[in-house]
T-cell receptor
Framework: GQQLNQSPQSMFIQEGEDVSMNCTSS?????WLWYKQDPGEGPVLLIA?????ELTSNGRLTAQFGITRKDSFLNISASIPSDVGIYFC???????????FGAGTRLTVKP | NAGVMQNPRHLVRRRGQEARLRCSPM?????VYWYRQLPEEGLKFMVY????????ESGMPKERFSAEFPKEGPSILRIQQVVRGDSAAYFC???????????FGSGTRLTVV
């Protein structure tokens, strides 16, 4: 199936710093979503994007659906220790309803 | 309004036994998806089902694995004759339609000893 390339794989940042991660695809996607997974839990939806060019915020998080429909980014501003976790991008390809996931970005925030 | 319910949370099986993982979707959700996550890795799509139908099973191993979503009751992911390599977290997600409202359960952690 269609693959999503998510980068970076991991990030080690200081509390208060801003974070940016992105996801790209070789094919067009209809939907982009960003999830966070805490240890031992299932992924929780952070932001959902449904239109090319859409820019959406959720508190300190901002995500955008790329104009080409082949990429998306997630920014976290002023990181705090509870931002620690794995962030996954996900999307539904143009021609089906299956959700595809990136490999995840593991975020560590140092106090 | 209960979320996606998966049980059991933890399952231990000996090699060669069968594992049955259950997923009850959110009320009103007729689409169910199963994923496998190995330690330190991402989510790998296994199978997508709608009520009584398998829509896409391209991510599911051809042997020993099967999934169903009957008209009544939860979706079941069944692994026969488990091997150590089947040890992983298995997550279920449900949605009313496509990507909107796509919600995950807390997963079942399968350990094969």
């Amino acid at each position: 199936g269609q693959q999503l390339n998510q980068s970076p794989q991991s990030m080690f940042i200081q509390e208060g710093e801003d974070v940016s991660m992105n996801c790209t695809s070789s094919s067009i996607f209809n939907t982009w979503l960003w999830y966070k997974q805490d240890p031992g839990e299932g992924p929780v939806l952070l932001i959902a994007l449904y239109k090319a060019g859409e820019l959406t915020s959720n508190g300190r998080l901002t995500a955008q659906f790329g104009i080409t429909r082949k990429d998306s980014f997630l920014n976290i501003s002023a990181s705090i220790p509870s931002d620690v976790g794995i962030y996954f991008c996900a999307g539904t390809p143009y021609n089906n309803n299956d959700m595809r996931f990136g490999a995840g970005t593991r975020l560590t925030v140092k106090p | 309004n209960a979320g996606v319910m998966q049980n059991p949370r933890h399952l231990v099986r000996r090699r060669g036994q069968e594992a049955r993982l259950r997923c009850s979707p959110m009320k009103g959700h007729s689409h169910v998806y199963w994923y496998r996550q190995l330690p330190e890795e991402g989510l790998k799509f296994m199978v997508y089902l709608q009520k009584e139908n398998i829509i896409d099973e391209s991510g599911m191993p051809k042997e020993r694995f099967s999934a169903e979503f009957p008209k009544e009751g939860p979706s079941i992911l069944r692994i026969q004759q488990v091997v150590r390599g089947d040890s992983a977290a298995y997550f279920c997600a449900s949605s009313p339609s496509g990507a909107r409202g796509y919600t995950f359960g807390s997963g079942t952690r399968l350990t094969v000893v």
